[in-house]
């Protein structure tokens, strides 16, 4: 049972969805309107997961533990700096959910990059001026989990333009 | 999470006043040890997956939005919970302690406000219904 609790304010963890610790269901070719139901069965099941952060035996393989990833909401500041960037053209749809993602990603817990610990390296992001994980290491976090980076950029600010859910 | 945090104030409000008429929507734990999944399915419950009934447990005096999921299981999300008691702070003004320094987010100042104007009509809903029954 692994305990993270969201937060409006302070950094929270989440899971992808694509871990392989989760009990997501796999399907080859299209699914069949029996797999359709048991796919949206599987998104409820994460949503609810995400919501009281509480990650059990419904979600995860007994004995396996998912990456935790560790994000900060979005402040004024970095939300202004990224939606004032995607209405004045300057970046598109995709690179704002890479830009949300570096802006307010603050660890990573389990991650096989080789290292023990991974520890993150932020630099001054061009576009918004603000301190954002490096370029290189997102594009090895993306290597590593193939869409964690939209899935989660999307996540953090969709939270950032109204808290989610119920 | 801005569900939970307009139905708080009118949940607490509710179980002041009838405590045990709201105690499956105050407590999930009790609910999901003596109802049955079909009568949870039927209020709504949002810890299930499938098809479930019209969420239930509106509370008498909100005109709010519609529910989208049972009152007990919005009002007990984490950030609704944190939003309460940031709250707490924010009437004293010292939301930014709270904050251990920092500027709330605007989800945060969102969901306050929100919880905030829901408080201050489900005491005057309540205030209503009082003198109703004092002058009866």
């Known amino acids: 049972l692994i305990h993270l609790n969201p937060s409006l304010q302070n950094t929270f963890g989440v899971v992808w969805s694509g ?7 796999l399907f080859f070719g299209d699914p069949t309107e029996e797999q359709k139901r ?43 700096a990224v939606l004032d960037a995607v209405r004045s053209g300057k ?26 610990s991974f520890k993150l390296a932020v630099e001054k992001e061009p576009i918004t001026g603000l301190l954002a994980m490096t370029r290189e290491q997102v ?15 999307l996540y953090v600010l969709d939270r950032t333009a109204v808290p989610p859910g119920k | 999470v801005i569900e939970g945090a307009r139905l708080l104030p009118w949940l607490q409000e509710a179980v002041r006043r009838e405590p045990a008429a709201y105690r499956h929507f105050a ?34 005096g909100y005109d709010g939005p519609q529910l989208t999921v049972c009152i007990g299981y919005s009002t007990s999300l984490p950030e609704v919970i944190e939003a309460s008691r940031a709250r707490w702070w924010a009437e004293k003004g010292q939301l930014t302690v709270w904050c251990d320094g920092d500027l709330p987010t605007p989800g945060l100042r969102l969901v306050i406000e929100e919880m905030d104007g829901q408080a201050n009509a489900a005491v005057s809903h309540s205030m209503k219904e009082s003198r109703k029954q004092g002058a009866s």
């Open chain 1, 19 to 25: 871990d392989e610790a989760l009990k997501r269901p």
């Open chain 1, 38 to 80: 048991e796919l949206a069965e599987w998104e409820k099941r994460l949503d609810i997961a995400r919501e009281r952060g509480v990650y059990d035996g419904d979600v995860v393989h007994a004995g396996m533990s998912p990456t935790i990833f560790r994000m900060a909401p979005l402040g004024r500041t970095a939300r202004d």
């Open chain 1, 91 to 116: 970046v598109g749809f995709n690179t704002s959910l890479t830009l949300a993602f570096r802006l307010s990603i603050r660890g990573i817990d389990g991650i096989g990059l080789g290292a023990e």
């Open chain 1, 139 to 153: 594009d090895q976090v993306d290597a590593a989990a193939p869409g964690v980076v939209a899935e989660l950029g």
């Open chain 2, 27 to 60: 407590d999930c734990n009790h609910c999901k040890e003596t109802m049955t999944v079909e009568n949870r399915r039927t209020l709504g419950c949002g810890f299930l997956t499938g098809p479930v009934g019209a969420p239930a447990g509106k509370p008498e």
